[in-house]
């Protein structure tokens, strides 16, 4: 066996010659005076060998230990040259997924609203990419992943490390599917922080809707916005239904608004039935803007629908947002009608509630149109009453 100072006396010759060390391993002595480590084995009969660096930069010990890493790998019937170019590959692609490119590319597999894609990645570019976004994918661990939820939760946004969790795993859980992680780190660091409790804001009473309408009429603002304010309370649909509505899906002869499933929550496409409130409504805003897409353009971009934050601004100025959020409406819709004896089913129906059974789902589908009908044209009226009421009370 070699010794390091027949290593560092060995002189260089005309022909390249060789120091043997142990079993395979050899120092490599070269006229221009570079030593180098090589390792000699046989695989499948094959005779090859396997560079382990220069010496002194590798020493002798060092040699001996790469030597022995690649032995085991021709134990394991496995070529040390071509396990080397494998990982080089494997670190130039983790080099290249890094946990940004990955996120991006999930979000695009996402059968999401543009609107939400948007506001997933606003997130991700304020909360999550700062830490880790340029880091391998596959080298990022729980501690990187704690560390992220432990300053949100600490800067007083609990509901915003809640949503970077469920969004970190889900990349993760991209990255495994598609071989470019081999764990979701995540997981392990789960529950190190308390369940956010989302605070659902209760149903708001007769009296509190007609002063709410009142207000929400009466403030001001911009005349689309109030139009989908109405046109959510009018149908209890969900305020990105609402504002995003186009002219295409509504028939006015016969008052239905036929949502298409891309833009419902479940995927699945809703008939809504239109009270005359309603009809009138959307005949009073075709003059404005019939001649574009939505119902509800953008104002600054007319290619596009009113944001849904619009609502929750317009909310905010008349010191409404404590108390109530445009998702609350239909909580509102839900309780009310119920007291008003309509059948749960029904209301479920209208609400567009998930009905897991595909049969009995399309029956209440036919069943239950002629009766929301007439229950949405009753809540109509009923918002108008209720209007009128604080509007006399005043």
């Not at 990255?175 to 995540?186: K, N, Y």
């Not at 009018?234 to 995003?244: C, D």
């Not at 019939?290 to 009113?306: L, S």
């Amino acid at each position: 066996m070699l010794t390091d100072a027949q290593c560092r006396a060995a002189k260089p010759r005309e022909g390249i010659y060789r120091l043997n060390d142990y079993k395979g391993l050899y120092l490599e002595i070269k006229p221009n005076g570079i030593k180098a480590w090589r390792y000699r084995f046989k695989l499948n009969d094959k005779a090859s060998w396997f560079a382990l660096g220069d010496y002194p930069s590798v020493t002798l010990g060092e040699a001996r230990e790469k030597c022995e890493a690649a032995r085991k790998l021709v134990r394991e019937g496995i070529n040390p040259v071509q396990n080397r170019q494998i990982e080089r590959i494997k670190r130039e692609q983790d080099s290249a997924n890094t946990f940004e490119a990955v996120a991006k590319e999930w979000l695009g597999l996402k059968d999401w609203e543009d609107v939400t894609k948007k506001r997933r990645l606003d997130m991700l570019e304020r909360v999550v990419f700062p830490s880790i976004g340029k880091l391998p994918v596959r080298q990022i661990t729980p501690v990187h992943v704690l560390d992220i939820l432990n300053k949100t939760v600490k800067r007083g946004a609990p509901t915003v490390a809640a949503e970077a969790k469920r969004t970190m795993s889900g990349v993760f859980e991209h990255a495994v599917a598609t071989l470019r992680a081999d764990t979701d780190p995540v997981w392990p660091v789960r529950k190190a922080l308390p369940p956010n409790k989302t605070q659902h804001k209760r149903a708001l009473s007769a009296e509190e809707v007609g002063q709410l309408l009142n207000d929400f009429d009466g403030h001001g603002g911009n005349f689309q916005t109030i139009k989908a304010f109405q046109l959510m309370w009018l149908t209890l649909s969900r305020p990105n239904e609402s504002v995003q509505a186009e002219w295409a899906e509504f028939d006015l002869e016969k008052a239905l608004w036929t949502i298409p499933a891309r833009r419902m929550k479940a995927r699945r496409e809703h008939v809504v039935p239109l009270p005359s409130q309603a009809v009138e409504l959307l005949k009073a805003m075709h003059p404005i803007t019939g001649h574009t897409k939505f119902v509800f353009p953008n104002r600054d971009d007319r290619q596009r629908p009113m944001a849904d934050a619009a609502l929750r601004q317009a909310l905010k100025k008349l010191g409404w947002a404590t108390k109530y959020s445009p998702h609350g409406t239909r909580t509102t819709g839900s309780t009310r009608l119920n007291e008003m004896g309509y059948r749960p089913d029904a209301i479920e129906a209208q609400l567009a509630h998930a009905e897991p059974n595909s049969v009995r789902r399309t029956y209440n589908h036919a069943s239950y149109l002629d009766e929301r009908r007439s229950m949405m044209q009753d809540w109509a009226h009923k918002l108008d009453q209720w209007k009128s009421i604080h509007s006399k009370g005043q």
